[in-house]
């Protein structure tokens, strides 16, 4: 109950700095005719087709409308981008530079503004700002509680869900608590990715929220005076658990498609993901049986949002205007969410939008895996960067070194 | 025409520059920001708690992986040499060599792991297993899964070395000597051709101990994680969002370069004392009779192991790429599907087509040097001493990790990076030595009497160059040349880093879908990444067959 | 302005040691003849003649032809022909292609140097040769296209490099026979290196070591 109260309030909290006035059209108008003709080189991380596709269809619609191209830079790690704005930097490139949009989000963003590496801002500028659901979706303004300050525009919502085979698995255990019971009864059929990996600490995370005693501290940086204390549980938790881990926890996977690898490989009965599409995607691609169902846990699990930013050197940042407003289109957010292409949740406030639009969005079949909407539960806010950094380095130290 | 001499003869000097200059530069640009931020770098590095059994697993799995290609390689030359079996598998193992490491370690991943096709062929017939079970084979914290996939990568290579070296060494006469003498055929190789052979393979063999220690895709891929190898740990760093690890990454990286020169001074140790081991052998009279049919056994089934590891682990990924769903236990895929060429078909042209530009130029650019450098030397008779070799060797031997991020701050501040003919010039470092190393031997076998006669008739040095010793040396060129595109075609840090993340060639784009872990995409990618290269190859044989088919002398008939 | 092929105190040092010392006049259609053991400097006195000396070799001493000297050449421009022991026909061109590698370029136009090409195989009693592959060429035919290919450059001398060592006994005298009488007919300067008595007999002249001490054979 506390939880929830405390939520709305965050939410709330949230959505006040954001009231700006949209861009008038001229300067709006003014922007698209500069970006007509330009090249935006979006840098994304590259590990999955689905995104690479859809990418590429967003590419087409630009070209159509606004006579923009997009050239993905698929990037095995989005950390690549920041370091090469922050080369560039270093080099003196202050103008020109290679990087006009990235996929970004949490710490590498965080790092970015810090260093003042990002244009901005322009989010809260960009036409259909309005149609973005700030009340709703909190998370669409806090990236891992730092405020975004329209540095970063979302264009996808993403919230942890549980996948299992229902063939193999007929009831999961839906509360932290009796997933430790499942895990410890299962032996070697559970696992997470290897900290400091963004899905694995996301579990820690969740870890978190079902442990701690008063979750809500996690919104404000560490206080290490308290900090041990705070987080015992935590690792009390994962020292009941390890030994019962898929290979005993002397391997990990090391990133969420490994892990989602091993679901479909049967290595494990128990995933997750941070699309709660991704399981029917991954069915109607032939990649998981049709068995595969989803679930989250009682009391809520972590969700986010997925942004796009410009560097300050951006050499094409009419394009990226231009583009990161066509993202947070109608029609672009309906076919994201499709489960046969993304399956992504929208930012969209599905209220604000037309009837016309809507409809967009009601003709989509979920798919046979996804929770629908009020079956998902609370989104939990992502805890202050400070907590996460910390958790992950004292995992590395207690599971991440052989001894 | 009379300067083309005098131009001609500068083309040893500017090769090395343009070897040893990125080599330099980039370790300089690297090194410096971790000098001057030392101390506090330096004691974050000493304070990470993984950093001993990380050191400990680099030196381990490139030692281990080393000594056992080695073996392997040897082992196979000394006792199935001349054999027909010899024949096929140099054979299967040539166009291996081109195979890119993350290919090799992805298709092997698949192969060996607990929910892998080995068990999915066994089960659940014979093992019983309906789930797959809970073994630690693959990411093993003794980094045995990594070491195999080194060892599996690095034969092909080092065979084909050993194979260019042995008609140096004058092996045929000299084993048969020591054949005569008594020795079995493997003891006559020991000790009769293998001093010179190892003296001839002693930089290939640094350069395969560099790889090992500091590969970065593989140990990702195969090796442990708790933690990973030093190597693999600096790449994550260098990574890392929140940029405060940079210094460390840049410490770690120049601890990594000085261990790679310590265990190569203890390998030179190590050189000494197996001399001296083989010298003791030889003089107290061991013939190695009886040892003769197992050291055969040992040479098929490892040679036979290595060729399996690679080829059904690459049919593994290439059966992938047109899999519908493949469960476990299943051996083969429940249902067949072209959709990932259908949907990947257009970015597969695109990142092709950026690959061979790249790497043809690249290819053109080091043949050119190196026939310029080879011509050089014949016509004012120069000798290259080790210490050119040496060079020739450096960018192989100093590990990527340590200069290739000092290199992309030079390629940004030309502005430069992030164009193709950037990257295709980075590639030249790495493909430059490939192509000497493969063309040299065969280029100085050439009888020079032939120029001789030649210029008796009048023909001028360029004309001989151009119409006799050209197309002579057809098919040795085109070999180097394949050789040289598929080292293009394998790089993964300098396209990344020099590229700047927009020049997306086959590699860089497996690699990056290597951490989405798609079996299906990652099959295409690889498969078509061998195909390329082993076009070339083809090429190389069928090309001068079909010009010189009517010609013996040509040797391309048999 | 002497006609043929002076050697004019041609010396050639290696380490020290002296391996050539030469002094000799080859008239237009005579034969002088190299002869000694192996290893004694025969083919280094060539090489030196030729101009094509390996780097640790140190020669003095000039090489006249025709009265002009020709020490400063290098070998292509001293039209200086030479024939190996080893035919060293080149294996990726046919019989008639090898023949025109060695007409000069001042020889213009394809009928007039396929003329050539066919006259000298006639000559050479291979006629219809022309397009076969070298290397089935048996070795006195093989001996005898590099002759012609060596005449058809048009040389002012002939260096012949134990030409018949190759051959069987019967084959030699013939093809000796023929070698000799083909240079005697065109009136061009040879040095002929040999180790052979019969050889050096079958010149009927001159017959020096390569430190020019007279031998008589």
């Given at each position: 109950?506390?939880?929830?109260?405390?939520?709305?309030?965050?939410?709330?909290?949230?959505?006040?700095?954001?009231?700006?006035?949209?861009?008038?059209?001229?300067?709006?108008?003014?922007?698209?005719?500069?970006?007509?003709?330009?090249?935006?080189?979006?840098?994304?991380?590259?590990?999955?087709?689905?995104?690479?596709?859809?990418?590429?269809?967003?590419?087409?619609?630009?070209?159509?409308?606004?006579?923009?191209?997009?050239?993905?830079?698929?990037?095995?790690?989005?950390?690549?981008?920041?370091?090469?704005?922050?080369?560039?930097?270093?080099?003196?490139?202050?103008?020109?530079?290679?990087?006009?949009?990235?996929?970004?989000?949490?710490?590498?963003?965080?790092?970015?503004?810090?260093?003042?590496?990002?244009?901005?801002?322009?989010?809260?500028?960009?036409?259909?700002?309005?149609?973005?659901?700030?009340?709703?979706?909190?998370?669409?303004?806090?990236?891992?509680?730092?405020?975004?300050?329209?540095?970063?525009?979302?264009?996808?919502?993403?919230?942890?869900?549980?996948?299992?085979?229902?063939?193999?698995?007929?009831?999961?255990?839906?509360?932290?608590?009796?997933?430790?019971?499942?895990?410890?009864?299962?032996?070697?059929?559970?696992?997470?990715?290897?900290?400091?990996?963004?899905?694995?600490?996301?579990?820690?995370?969740?870890?978190?929220?079902?442990?701690?005693?008063?979750?809500?501290?996690?919104?404000?940086?560490?206080?290490?005076?308290?900090?041990?204390?705070?987080?015992?549980?935590?690792?009390?938790?994962?020292?009941?658990?390890?030994?019962?881990?898929?290979?005993?926890?002397?391997?990990?996977?090391?990133?969420?498609?490994?892990?989602?690898?091993?679901?479909?490989?049967?290595?494990?009965?128990?995933?997750?993901?941070?699309?709660?599409?991704?399981?029917?995607?991954?069915?109607?691609?032939?990649?998981?049986?049709?068995?595969?169902?989803?679930?989250?846990?009682?009391?809520?699990?972590?969700?986010?949002?997925?942004?796009?930013?410009?560097?300050?050197?951006?050499?094409?940042?009419?394009?990226?205007?231009?583009?990161?407003?066509?993202?947070?289109?109608?029609?672009?957010?309906?076919?994201?969410?499709?489960?046969?292409?993304?399956?992504?949740?929208?930012?969209?406030?599905?209220?604000?939008?037309?009837?016309?639009?809507?409809?967009?969005?009601?003709?989509?079949?979920?798919?046979?895996?996804?929770?629908?909407?009020?079956?998902?539960?609370?989104?939990?806010?992502?805890?202050?960067?400070?907590?996460?950094?910390?958790?992950?380095?004292?995992?590395?130290?207690?599971?991440?070194?052989?001894? | 025409?009379?300067?083309?001499?005098?131009?001609?003869?500068?083309?040893?000097?500017?090769?090395?520059?343009?070897?040893?200059?990125?080599?330099?530069?980039?370790?300089?640009?690297?090194?410096?920001?971790?000098?001057?931020?030392?101390?506090?770098?330096?004691?974050?590095?000493?304070?990470?708690?993984?950093?001993?059994?990380?050191?400990?697993?680099?030196?381990?799995?490139?030692?281990?992986?080393?000594?056992?290609?080695?073996?392997?390689?040897?082992?196979?030359i000394a006792s199935?040499q001349g054999?027909?079996?010899?024949?096929?598998?140099?054979?299967?193992?040539?166009?291996?060599?081109?195979?890119?490491?993350?290919?090799?370690?992805?298709?092997?991943?698949?192969?060996?792991?607990?929910?892998?096709?080995?068990?999915?062929?066994?089960?659940?017939?014979?093992?019983?297993?309906?789930?797959?079970?809970?073994?630690?084979?693959?990411?093993?914290?003794?980094?045995?899964?990594?070491?195999?996939?080194?060892?599996?990568?690095?034969?092909?290579?080092?065979?084909?070395?050993?194979?260019?070296?042995?008609?140096?060494?004058?092996a045929a006469r000299r084993r048969l000597q020591a054949q005569t003498l008594g020795a079995a055929p493997s003891m006559a190789f020991a000790v009769a051709v293998l001093?010179?052979?190892?003296?001839?393979?002693?930089?290939?063999?640094?350069?395969?101990?560099?790889?090992?220690?500091?590969?970065?895709?593989?140990?990702?891929?195969?090796?442990?994680?708790?933690?990973?190898?030093?190597?693999?740990?600096?790449?994550?760093?260098?990574?890392?969002?929140?940029?405060?690890?940079?210094?460390?990454?840049?410490?770690?990286?120049?601890?990594?370069?000085?261990?790679?020169?310590?265990?190569?001074?203890?390998?030179?140790?190590?050189?000494?004392?197996?001399?001296?081991?083989l010298?003791?052998f030889a003089?107290?009279?061991l013939r190695g009779r009886?040892a003769e049919?197992?050291l055969?056994?040992?040479?098929?089934?490892?040679?036979?192991?290595?060729?399996?590891?690679?080829?059904?682990?690459?049919?593994?990924?290439?059966?992938?790429?047109?899999?519908?769903?493949?469960?476990?236990?299943?051996?083969?895929?429940?249902?067949?599907?072209?959709?990932?060429?259908?949907?990947?078909?257009?970015?597969?042209?695109?990142?092709?087509?950026?690959?061979?530009?790249?790497?043809?130029?690249?290819?053109?650019?080091?043949?050119?040097?190196?026939?310029?450098?080879?011509?050089?030397?014949?016509?004012?008779?120069?000798?290259?001493?080790?210490?050119?070799?040496?060079?020739?060797?450096?960018?192989?031997?100093?590990?990527?990790?340590?200069?290739?991020?000092?290199?992309?701050?030079?390629?940004?501040?030309?502005?430069?990076?992030?164009?193709?003919?950037?990257?295709?010039?980075?590639?030249?470092?790495?493909?430059?030595?490939?192509?000497?190393?493969?063309?040299?031997?065969?280029?100085?076998?050439?009888?020079?009497?032939?120029?001789?006669?030649?210029?008796?008739?009048?023909?001028?040095?360029?004309?001989?160059?151009?119409?006799?010793?050209?197309?002579?040396?057809?098919?040795?060129?085109?070999?180097?040349?394949?050789?040289?595109?598929?080292?293009?075609?394998?790089?993964?840090?300098?396209?990344?880093?020099?590229?700047?993340?927009?020049?997306?060639?086959?590699?860089?784009?497996?690699?990056?879908?290597?951490?989405?872990?798609?079996?299906?995409?990652?099959?295409?990618?690889?498969?078509?990444?061998?195909?390329?290269?082993?076009?070339?190859?083809?090429?190389?044989?069928?090309?001068?067959?079909?010009?010189?088919?009517?010609?013996?002398?040509?040797?391309?008939?048999? | 302005?002497?006609?043929?092929?002076?050697?004019?105190?041609?010396?050639?040092?290696?380490?020290?040691?002296?391996?050539?010392?030469?002094?000799?006049?080859?008239?237009?259609?005579?034969?002088?003849?190299?002869?000694?053991?192996?290893?004694?400097?025969?083919?280094?006195?060539?090489?030196?003649?030729?101009?094509?000396?390996?780097?640790?070799?140190?020669?003095?001493?000039?090489?006249?032809?025709?009265?002009?000297?020709?020490?400063?050449?290098?070998?292509?421009?001293?039209?200086?022909?030479?024939?190996?022991?080893?035919?060293?026909?080149?294996?990726?061109?046919?019989?008639?292609?090898?023949?025109?590698?060695?007409?000069?370029?001042?020889?213009?136009?394809?009928?007039?140097?396929?003329?050539?090409?066919?006259?000298?195989?006639?000559?050479?009693?291979?006629?219809?040769?022309?397009?076969?592959?070298?290397?089935?060429?048996?070795?006195?035919?093989?001996?005898?296209?590099?002759?012609?290919?060596?005449?058809?450059?048009?040389?002012?001398?002939?260096?012949?490099?134990?030409?018949?060592?190759?051959?069987?006994?019967?084959?030699?005298?013939?093809?000796?026979?023929?070698?000799?009488?083909?240079?005697?007919?065109?009136?061009?300067?040879?040095?002929?290196?040999?180790?052979?008595?019969?050889?050096?007999?079958?010149?009927?002249?001159?017959?020096?070591?390569?430190?020019?001490?007279?031998?008589?054979?």
């Open positions: 109950m506390f939880r929830r109260h405390f939520l709305l309030a965050t939410a709330c909290i949230a959505a006040l700095p954001h009231l700006g006035a949209a861009q008038t059209a001229p300067e709006w108008e003014a922007v698209l005719s500069e970006a007509r003709g330009q090249t935006v080189f979006w840098h994304a991380w590259g590990g999955d087709p689905k995104i690479n596709d859809f990418i590429a269809w967003v590419s087409g619609v630009a070209q159509d409308r606004y006579g923009v191209t997009i050239e993905q830079v698929k990037l095995a790690s989005t950390a690549d981008a920041v370091a090469r704005v922050l080369g560039e930097r270093d080099a003196g490139v202050t103008s020109g530079g290679a990087v006009d949009l990235i996929w970004i989000n949490g710490e590498n963003f965080a790092a970015m503004k810090a260093e003042g590496l990002l244009h901005g801002p322009f989010a809260e500028s960009l036409p259909n700002w309005g149609l973005v659901d700030v009340a709703g979706k909190p998370a669409v303004v806090t990236d891992f509680t730092l405020p975004t300050e329209g540095f970063e525009s979302p264009w996808a919502m993403a919230q942890l869900v549980f996948e299992y085979d229902s063939a193999r698995l007929p009831e999961p255990p839906r509360s932290l608590a009796t997933l430790k019971d499942w895990i410890i009864a299962n032996p070697g059929r559970f696992t997470y990715p290897q900290p400091p990996d963004y899905m694995g600490t996301t579990f820690l995370k969740q870890v978190a929220y079902g442990t701690l005693a008063d979750p809500s501290v996690m919104q404000a940086p560490v206080d290490e005076a308290t900090y041990a204390e705070t987080v015992a549980p935590i690792w009390a938790f994962l020292d009941e658990i390890t030994p019962h881990l898929w290979r005993e926890g002397r391997a990990y996977p090391q990133n969420e498609p490994a892990l989602g690898q091993l679901l479909a490989d049967g290595e494990v009965d128990i995933g997750f993901a941070f699309n709660p599409g991704r399981a029917s995607a991954e069915i109607a691609a032939g990649n998981l049986p049709e068995s595969v169902r989803t679930f989250t846990l009682e009391g809520g699990t972590i969700g986010n949002a997925s942004f796009v930013a410009i560097p300050f050197n951006a050499a094409h940042r009419a394009g990226a205007l231009v583009v990161a407003n066509l993202i947070l289109d109608p029609e672009v957010q309906a076919r994201a969410q499709d489960p046969s292409v993304l399956g992504f949740q929208t930012v969209l406030n599905l209220a604000a939008l037309s009837p016309q639009d809507r409809a967009r969005f009601d003709a989509l079949d979920l798919g046979i895996a996804t929770l629908a909407p009020d079956q998902m539960g609370p989104a939990l806010l992502e805890p202050h960067a400070s907590w996460m950094t910390r958790i992950s380095q004292d995992w590395v130290e207690r599971y991440g070194v052989a001894q | 025409m009379r300067r083309r001499p005098g131009i001609l003869r500068l083309a040893p000097g500017l090769t090395l520059v343009l070897l040893i200059g990125p080599v330099v530069a980039g370790l300089l640009g690297t090194l410096l920001p971790a000098l001057s931020s030392r101390a506090a770098a330096l004691g974050e590095l000493l304070s990470w708690p993984g950093l001993g059994p990380a050191l400990w697993l680099s030196v381990k799995t490139g030692v281990m992986s080393t000594v056992l290609a080695l073996a392997i390689t040897l082992l196979l199935l054999s027909r079996a010899f024949a096929a598998l140099q054979h299967l193992l040539s166009p291996l060599l081109s195979v890119p490491h993350a290919a090799a370690a992805l298709g092997l991943a698949f192969l060996i792991a607990p929910s892998g096709w080995v068990a999915r062929a066994l089960s659940p017939w014979a093992t019983g297993w309906e789930v797959p079970p809970d073994l630690l084979v693959l990411n093993d914290p003794g980094g045995w899964a990594l070491t195999l996939g080194l060892v599996a990568k690095e034969v092909p290579f080092l065979l084909l070395m050993a194979l260019a070296a042995l008609p140096q060494t004058d001093p010179a052979l190892y003296r001839q393979l002693r930089l290939p063999v640094y350069a395969v101990l560099a790889y090992g220690m500091t590969a970065v895709d593989m140990a990702l891929i195969l090796g442990p994680s708790r933690p990973p190898t030093l190597s693999a740990q600096v790449v994550v760093w260098m990574n890392d969002p929140t940029l405060a690890t940079r210094g460390i990454a840049a410490a770690g990286a120049v601890l990594q370069l000085f261990a790679v020169l310590a265990v190569l001074a203890l390998w030179r140790g190590g050189e000494v004392l197996a001399r001296r081991l010298l003791t003089t107290h009279g009886k049919p197992a055969r056994g040992l040479a098929l089934a490892s040679g036979a192991g290595v060729a399996f590891v690679l080829l059904a682990g690459l049919s593994g990924l290439a059966l992938w790429s047109v899999a519908g769903l493949w469960s476990f236990p299943d051996a083969l895929p429940e249902s067949w599907s072209l959709r990932i060429w259908a949907q990947a078909g257009d970015g597969l042209a695109q990142s092709t087509w950026t690959t061979l530009v790249i790497a043809l130029s690249a290819t053109a650019m080091a043949l050119a040097l190196t026939l310029a450098c080879l011509e050089a030397e014949f016509r004012h008779a120069l000798r290259p001493g080790d210490g050119a070799l040496v060079l020739l060797y450096l960018p192989l031997l100093v590990p990527q990790v340590a200069f290739l991020p000092g290199l992309q701050q030079l390629a940004l501040r030309l502005g430069v990076e992030g164009t193709p003919l950037a990257v295709a010039a980075s590639h030249v470092v790495f493909v430059l030595p490939y192509v000497f190393l493969s063309l040299a031997a065969p280029w100085r076998a050439w009888d020079g009497r032939i120029a001789l006669s030649a210029h008796a008739l009048g023909a001028t040095p360029d004309r001989v160059f151009w119409t006799l010793r050209l197309p002579m040396m057809l098919r040795a060129v085109l070999t180097a040349g394949a050789v040289g595109l598929a080292v293009s075609i394998g790089q993964y840090l300098p396209t990344l880093l020099i590229g700047g993340g927009r020049v997306e060639t086959l590699t860089t784009e497996a690699v990056a879908l290597s951490s989405g872990g798609n079996r299906r995409l990652i099959g295409a990618y690889a498969l078509i990444q061998m195909i390329l290269p082993a076009l070339g190859f083809a090429l190389a044989l069928l090309l001068p067959a079909l010009l010189f088919r009517n010609r013996r002398g040509m040797g391309v008939g048999a | 302005m002497r006609e043929g092929l002076c050697l004019r105190d041609l010396h050639v040092m290696r380490a020290g040691q002296p391996l050539v010392s030469l002094s000799a006049e080859i008239a237009p259609g005579e034969v002088l003849c190299l002869m000694g053991p192996s290893g004694a400097g025969k083919s280094t006195a060539l090489a030196a003649i030729l101009g094509a000396l390996p780097r640790d070799f140190i020669g003095s001493g000039q090489v006249l032809l025709d009265g002009r000297d020709v020490s400063a050449l290098p070998p292509h421009l001293r039209r200086i022909g030479l024939l190996f022991q080893d035919d060293i026909l080149f294996p990726h061109l046919s019989v008639a292609q090898n023949l025109a590698f060695a007409l000069p370029p001042e020889r213009r136009g394809r009928a007039l140097r396929s003329a050539a090409v066919e006259a000298a195989l006639e000559e050479a009693g291979l006629s219809g040769f022309g397009p076969r592959d070298p290397a089935t060429l048996s070795g006195g035919q093989r001996a005898r296209v590099a002759l012609m290919r060596a005449l058809l450059a048009e040389p002012r001398a002939i260096l012949l490099d134990e030409p018949f060592s190759r051959l069987d006994a019967e084959r030699r005298a013939q093809m000796r026979r023929f070698v000799l009488d083909t240079i005697t007919a065109r009136a061009i300067p040879a040095l002929l290196v040999t180790h052979d008595r019969e050889d050096a007999l079958a010149t009927g002249g001159r017959v020096l070591t390569p430190m020019g001490v007279p031998v008589s054979p």
